[in-house]
């Protein structure tokens, strides 16, 4: 099971990283706490203070089409925000 999905890049999770110390990943569904904390310090070398998680529900979304409109969801995910130790940093752009 792979347990770190992606890191989220958005700008609120970029301000909870640039006030806070906070970052945003989208994790497996089926992964707890100690096993987001445990992939994350060995990936990135990192100390963890704490990890939240939450369940992003799925949007409804809808287009017009020429066969009328048509409508489904995005898929929900979980997602984990991580507060690192003080003067910890999390580098994402190192790999490219």
Request: net charge positive.
């Amino acid at each position: 099971m792979e347990i770190l999905k992606k890191p989220i890049l958005t700008e609120k999770a970029t301000g909870l990283t640039e006030k806070l110390n906070r970052y945003a990943f989208q994790v497996d569904p089926k992964a707890n706490k100690l096993q987001i904390k445990d992939a994350i310090q060995k990936m990135y070398g990192v100390t963890i203070e704490a990890v939240n998680t939450l369940v992003v529900s799925g949007k409804v979304k809808s287009r017009g089409t020429k066969a009328g409109v048509v409508s489904g969801r995005t898929p929900k995910y979980k997602k984990a925000i991580v507060t690192l130790k003080e003067g910890e940093v999390i580098d994402f752009y190192s790999n490219i």
